[in-house]
């Protein structure tokens, strides 16, 4: 783990939302597009790198959305425009995944994405994909045919597999930093999401046992060398957010997956105090979410580093890091920032690091 961080994604440069829109209106083809796309990351890359970032993303510009255009690859997956959790503010709302048939992966999941990605990066290439819980969380129980899994544990049991089949996939493509990207824990510290949960036909209790257990599955053989994180989240829509509360409700189940890291969502009073990391295992590292990634307004470096400061009373210094709270456009639509905010707010990041940890 590095002691700067960020999450993945980045506003989209208008030159690359223009060819996405010229794509879509059959202007162009998709080898345009993708012409377009590695334009866009090879600049992204050259950005991150400049500022000293040691770990680099393709600022997840070939997707739409963080998750679905990863879920709807895996056999028996569909979209439903209906999206049961809704976020504040926006008037449109994201789809939500649903499962239709029986789970598999049955060929490479942007394989070709992280491929680029490493033969255009100096830093180490991270892959980030949504965790195994995004094909439950937001639908629930509802959201899965009971035709076809009328057995939830066979549910769970091929979600699993088609993972480990993917993430071997990815690592033979020479990755080895793979970010799982997670709102489910987050989500279940708010009682408003518990009681949708309720609805959806699931036990509120129960999920982040069920969350951990799938993600030690899915995680069972990744190979010797790979480092794996799990970013968490409560909500990243056009700025908008679903859910708050602090972690204490779902902590001890959160830390006790196999991951190597947790980057933790602490930018506002919705993500609550920092007492619930006493409960980290030795070993494992909390990557600090103290930039907003849903303003512009750039925070100031003393009070970061008084919050990290506070931090470390929970966990030794040297098993802390800093990153904005989450990604900075986590579907294409993009967050009410300019591209030069996202850029600050990262220098910020950089900075106080340094100030904290020293040059690394």
């Known amino acids: ?46 950005f991150q790198e400049s500022i000293g970032l040691p770990s680099i993303t393709d600022g997840e510009f070939r997707r739409d959305w963080w998750h679905l255009d990863f879920l709807t690859q895996l056999d028996g997956v569909a979209i439903d425009a209906n999206p049961g959790l809704k976020f504040g503010g926006p008037a449109d709302q994201p789809p939500i995944a ?11 999941i942007m394989v070709g994405d992280f491929e680029f990605l490493a033969s255009v990066a100096r830093a180490t290439p991270k892959m980030t994909i949504p965790s195994p819980s995004m094909l439950h969380l937001r639908g629930g129980r509802n959201a899965i045919a009971t035709e076809v899994y009328p057995d939830l544990d066979e549910f769970w ?23 799982l990207d997670d709102v489910a824990f987050a989500y279940l510290c708010d009682p408003r999401m518990r009681d949708t949960c309720r609805r959806n036909g699931d036990d509120p209790d129960d999920l982040p046992r069920r969350y951990a257990a799938a993600v030690d599955a899915a995680l069972a053989d990744r190979p010797h060398g790979m480092t794996v994180t799990m970013h968490t989240c409560r909500g990243n829509f056009k700025s908008a957010w679903v859910a708050e509360g602090g972690y204490e409700v779902v902590a001890e189940a959160m830390f ?10 602490f930018d506002s009073e919705r993500a609550g105090g920092f007492e619930p990391l006493r409960l980290l295992p030795g070993g494992k590292t909390v990557v600090l979410g103290l930039v907003t990634t849903k303003y512009g ?48 707010k990262l220098e910020l990041v950089v900075e106080v690091a340094r100030s904290v940890w020293g040059q690394e």
């Open 297 to 344: 307004e750039l925070e100031d470096a003393d009070l970061l580093r008084r919050r990290i400061a506070a931090a470390a009373r929970y966990v030794p210094l040297e098993r802390l890091c800093l990153s904005p709270q989450c990604g900075f456009s986590s579907t294409h639509h993009g967050n009410a920032l300019s591209e030069d905010e996202q850029w600050r």
């Open 256 to 265: 006790s997956t196999s991951v190597d890291g947790f980057f933790m969502e």
């Open 157 to 179: 049991t091929d979600v699993a597999a088609a993972y480990r089949v993917a993430i071997a996939q990815l690592a033979r493509a020479g990755c080895a930093y793979l970010q």
């Open 98 to 108: 649903t499962v239709v048939g029986k789970v598999r992966c049955s060929k490479p």
């Open 1 to 46: 783990m590095n002691r700067v961080e960020h999450v993945g994604s980045f506003v989209r440069p208008e030159k690359l939302l223009n060819a996405v829109r010229e794509r879509k209106a059959g202007r162009i083809d998709d080898a345009q597009l993708k012409k377009a796309q590695d334009e866009a990351i090879r600049d992204i890359v050259a």
